[in-house]
């Protein structure tokens, strides 16, 4: 069987798109997975299911929570594999640095090399491009960064959702 991780985008952040986790955890049960776990208020999940593909999962949940909840929610999969090889892979992750400052850009798919950008005077900001995933160091906070808002889905060309390291590493030990 294997586990699943679904990062929602976008949702409980103010007021719009409220899902409360109670509801999420139904909703994935009723969609037949298994061993459903919710880890804070921001739209993380953990599941087990025997019969679809990462990308069909992420479909799936995408259009249940569009016809039962009526939010228009992206939902970005990664395999408990997958989400380890991006923990694995993170260079920035160095021992001191504060958790909620480092991030990670979880993309649905690998840009185009043309859409990803090429920062310069950004310092002390620090960033790194994966695979599927762009790692950055905000020293200074998100909402500071000059790194992030050059890392968007209009820029990048695929649906970008971010966790804090702290909240990777959080869902990495809720896999096991």
Known sequence: MATYIALLRGINVGRNKRIAM????????GLGYDDVRTLLQSGNAVFTSSRRSAEAVGAEIERAIRSELGLDVG???RTAAQLDAAVQANPLAAAGRDPSRLVVLFLSDAPAKAAIPTPEDVEPEEWHIGQREIYLW???GILKSALVP???DKQLGVQVTARNWRTVCKLAELVG
């Open 75 to 77: 939902v970005l999969i």
């Open 22 to 29: 109670a509801r999420l955890r139904e909703l994935l049960t």
């Open 138 to 140: 905000c020293p200074e």
């Open 150 to 152: 050059l890392f968007s």
